[in-house]
């Protein structure tokens, strides 16, 4: 079994992979890259929510699996992890930059219908 520190590496490598993908215009490549580094980066938010004293990494990497899931397009599962931020203690920058993506995800999920 992996550690929270051993998927959030994975997620941040994925996201450098993506990125390079994205800047070559390989769209939908980035969008798989993107959506794996999202299952890693959740997976690491939901182990290190099970411990207690656990802020501010849990809501940090909650945003962080929330931004990953918005470039790769899965708004519902963006939607998610927001909330599982903005239910704990994040800090003012997160809580702002979290609330910032929140706004960006609605209106994605707005224009493709999604919103229910």
């Known amino acids: 079994m992996s550690t929270a520190r051993e998927l959030h590496n994975k997620a941040m490598a994925l996201l450098q992979d993506a990125i390079i993908y994205r800047q070559a215009g390989e769209d939908c490549a980035a969008e798989d890259i993107y959506k794996n580094a999202f299952i890693a980066e959740k997976k ?3 182990l290190v929510a099970k411990k207690e004293n656990c802020e501010p990494t849990r809501s940090i990497l909650y945003a962080s699996a929330a931004s990953l899931a918005y470039q790769a397009k ?3 599962q963006s939607l ?3 909330h599982k931020c903005l239910n704990g203690k ?3 920058k997160i809580f702002k930059e979290t609330t910032t993506l929140y706004k960006e995800v609605v209106f994605k999920l ?3 219908q999604e919103l229910t």
């Open 44 to 46: 690491a938010a939901d």
């Open 74 to 76: 899965e708004y519902k």
């Open 80 to 82: 998610n992890c927001i």
């Open 90 to 92: 994040p800090s003012a």
């Open 110 to 112: 707005y224009l493709t």
